[in-house]
């Protein structure tokens, strides 16, 4: 979609502080955190719900591998702010595009989040 905000971050249109990317997804940290460390992970197809997606696609870009994604970057994330606790929120509502939150708990979390470089940096590292 033309005007979608995400489909801006995945055309590069917009900067964003990118945590994950391959051929179907992308991940980013929130401009608006909840925690350090809050990103985002969205299809790059516009997809408006992400019950839209499909249970399984041969070429990985379905339900299933969505949240296997999803999955890896909760992992990486688990310890990175503090806490054990990756909080989770699947949202629509806001951006008619689909997306899942990740967030270290709010209340045990421990960092800057604003500290969009480094917070980028400390996932990523985890990732690899």
Not at 92 to 99: I, K, L, T
Not at 113 to 118: A, L, Y
């Amino acid at each position: 979609m033309d005007n979608c905000i995400f489909c801006k971050l995945v055309r590069k249109e917009i900067p964003v502080y990118t945590i994950y990317e391959d051929a179907h997804f992308l991940s980013f940290l929130d401009t608006n955190p909840q925690s350090p460390g809050h990103v985002q992970i969205i299809p790059k197809k516009h997809t408006r719900w992400v019950w839209d997606l499909p249970e399984h696609e041969p070429d990985g870009s379905g339900f299933d591998a969505y949240f296997s994604v999803i999955h890896k970057i909760a992992k990486a994330m688990q310890n990175t702010f503090g806490t054990p606790a990756v909080c989770s929120r699947i949202m629509g509502d806001e951006v008619p595009h689909a997306h899942v939150w990740l967030f270290p708990n709010p209340s045990e979390a421990k960092g800057n989040k604003k500290d969009f470089e480094g917070n980028a940096q400390k996932i990523r590292a985890k990732l690899s």
